[in-house]
């Protein structure tokens, strides 16, 4: 086996000097009737070469969105990500170390995580991030739990609008967290501030989502301060790819701002591993999930990293604990700190200024109604193609285009309804190509 | 080193994107962003230099020794790297229609069959994201089997070993159990004694980690099982010590119903300075039911695909299927080895063995017995002696360009050093880091405050924990960054344990 080193000499040597006669005896503890007395029942062993081949084989039974023309977004996005995100990324020291413990050896990652931090806190305007979550649906469940811990209440609101995985994901979460769940409708695609108002007395936290699931912008002040006036934790779920045009959550009175980071710096890559993001206020950093980076000084008094605030963790609070996240995405929060340092402020502006400008030129070429044409939008849009959406989806994909995510599948009355995405990799040949075949 | 914002030059960029000459919508006033985020501002160069310089001050296994008890830091294979990156599993889009996603769920299916066979049970999701969320499906399995049998409400207790990871305790929390912990007897099993007055009608579960987090395999498992199945009650196996047993033991055979994988550990996902991780479950036929959606499914011989229909599911704990790059790893990963993965874990097994006869006759052994693929020792005796802790012991293994091991867990081990070696660090490499060991035990007692000292060769020397979390300095802070080099140090070193 080619990751193993041991020689047959090696293990009569290691054996003699642990006392044993066979590898066999090192398992003596183990009860007769627990044991395996036969072979795993998988397939023989590959060499690297065949392995090649066959993983191969397997990506090629798929279609990706190098081999079709995909305007699929809904929470996952093609955008661009630069070489320097995989340059980085492959650096084996940060491929293959673990969770910083032991500062002294870990200054690079830990310094990392800390600059990650803070451009989580400069997209959103807040004060605190942690080092990163599951992903886009986890930081919300993490956000009800520390809601629920704040405030004392049982209850949680989320907006209708509000990507459906995450309400699903929060909904699994919150028997454990003895939360209920209350959903507020969406009125012409965005969450009505009174309705959200009324529903959020009493409510430990509400949830909406910053541009929306249909691409709409919600009022977002007015859903925060209809939050904050109930006593109600409002809470951002929002694209980073968004916050270079769109202001910041904590501008508008947030307490806590969550989000999918995949769009800034990761690949598609069938729905993960990406990175959750979650920021805060600072009166909520000790209830905060998860590692958290902290600058201090050495004995000789130069700067240094290291993990803080531990006495909120697992490892030592233990049923107390503010979570029970251990492993995190670190690497792929590293990589949405490469991207977003590629881009730059500047940068960002544009890349969101072109995503808007492309869906508005789609909006226009598609010429199709739109299913909330009140709305200004972001990088998706929702149209009604008049014929039930999966049949525009095949036929349109025996072209080579995906035109978008049929609604229908979370949303009643939507049963035409496509959602589609554009991004800065889309080109207005693109767009015109698909206009063509939804008209067709 | 200067954090990136401080190399920061307004108007620099590394980015160009293609140029957009189509007017951009108007943004409503009260929605626009008029302050732009201080983003860092470089060009490539400066940024390509920057993150080079990150990873040089980072210790990972492509660097070095790495035997951080309880994490399994093994060899990642770079083949793997090769095949995640294919465009088919890299670019593809979760809601890609199921047709033009079959590669990846049929990658899906067969990492679902090798695990469930691993596992000596049927049913697998691979949704969970890490351990931690692997152990909180599991116990949101639980509730929804009790509240289908109409014992929701009295199954409350979830008995849990003193030993246990403290993720097993707070998921025990978030799941909205309570914790109910049982002792360990003399040799470092469950006391079973202790254990059978803490199990009846109330309790709903065992979390056990088998081999335990002092690298011991349970002998009185079977005993334990029959205890919780006589009471109704369920079991669940924190997979987090799997590297020692694969082909040799398998939990579905020593009783337990659900089991959590850690993909990272076992499987060799990369643990990337802190993760992803992956934390598939594997469950009995009576919790399949219960399953997160979708599920994977095979259809005939050639077509798989995503099954939501299971109106007993407890829902979703994760967006779409799961960590899907971490299951090509994985799945790369175990078909190098085939059947062969029995021969995985008896050299993790022996490579701790080894290192554990070489060593305990210097550092005390609280349990005299062979490990599994782990061990635990303690300085309490360099402590007593010579005033040297463990973390004096981890921060000179520095020294000698050694990761420590994890120190100060499990706590019921005063002084811990848990070292787990993995199966795929050569004999010299045990050899080198032994004689380290033996080295800094005799210079405790001959040279004590090297080691106080240590470590020597690093960027920085032990760092005031207590001034960072004082302070609670955790992003830059530009014009108003606080120099806490002129902040007096606390003068306090806090030794919290530390590890998986």
Known sequence: MSFLSLTERDREEMLATIGVDSIEELFRDIPEGVRFDRELDLEPALSEQEIVAHLEELAAKNVDTGRELSFLGA??????????????????????AYTPYQPEMSQGVLQAIFEYQTAVCELTGMDVSNASGYDGTTVAA???????????????????TLNPQVRQVVKTYAPGFGLEVVEVPHRGGVTDPDELAAAARDAACVIFQQPNFFGCLEPAPDLAAAANDAGALPVAHVDPVSLGVLEAPGAYGCALAIGEGQAAGNYQSYGGPHYGFMAARSDYVRRMPGRIVGETTDVEGRRAYVLTLQTREQHIRREKATSNITTNQTLLALAGLVHLSWLGPQGLKEQGETCMALAAYAKERLDLPLAFPDQTTFKEFAIRVGRPAEDAIRAAREQGVHPGYALKRDYAGMEDALLVCVTEKRTRSDIDRLAEMLAA | MKLIYERSQEGRRASSLPPNDLPVPEIPEELRRDRPPRLPELAEPELVRHFTKISTRTFGIDTGFYPLGSCTMKHNPRVNERVVNLPGFRDLHPLQEEEGSQGALELMWRLQEILAEVAGLPAVS?????????????????????????????????????????????????????VTPVKTDPRG?????DLRTKVDEGTAGLMLTNPSTLG?????IEQITRIFHEAGALMYYDGANLNAVCGISRPGDMGFDIVHFNLHKTFSQPHGGGGPGGGPIAVRERLEPFLPVPAIVRDGEEAFRLDYDRPKTIGKVRGFCGPFGVF?????????????????????????????????????LPFDRLCMH???????????????????VAKRLMDYDFHPPTIYFPLVVPEALMIEPTETEAKETLDEFVDAMLEIARDAAERPELLKEAPHNRPVGRV????????????YLFEDHPDLSKEPASGRELEVQKGA
Do not use: W
Request: charged share 25%; aromatic share 8%; glycine share 8%.
């Open chain 2, 216 to 220: 011991l395999f349970d002998e009185s």
């Open chain 2, 464 to 475: 005031d924990e207590v001034k960072a979390a004082k302070r609670a300095v955790v992003r």
């Open chain 1, 75 to 96: 929470g996952i996005y093609d955008h661009y990500v630069p070489a320097v995100v995989d340059t980085v990324l492959s650096r084996g020291e940060l491929l293959t």
């Open chain 2, 189 to 193: 099993n469950i006391d079973v004694e």
């Open chain 2, 126 to 178: 691979l949704q969970p994201a890490a351990g931690s969320q692997g152990e909180l499906t599991g116990l949101m399995l639980m509730r929804a089997y009790f509240a289908d049998r109409g014992e929701a409400e009295t199954r409350r207790k979830i008995v849990i070993p003193d030993t246990a990871h403290g993720t097993n305790p707070a998921s025990v929390t978030m799941g909205g159990y309570e």
């Open chain 2, 328 to 364: 090509v790893r994985s799945y790369a990963y175990i078909r190098a080895y085939g059947p062969g993965l029995r021969e995985m874990s008896e050299v993790a097994v022996l490579n701790a063995n080894y290192m554990l006869a070489r060593l305990k006759d210097a550092y005390e």
């Open chain 2, 374 to 392: 782990e061990f635990v020792l303690s300085a309490r005796g360099l402590k007593r002696e010579h005033g040297i802790t463990a973390l004096d």
């Open chain 1, 142 to 160: 993490d956000a009800c739990y520390v809601a629920k811990h704040v405030t004392g209440r049982s209850r949680v609101v989320v907006a209708e």
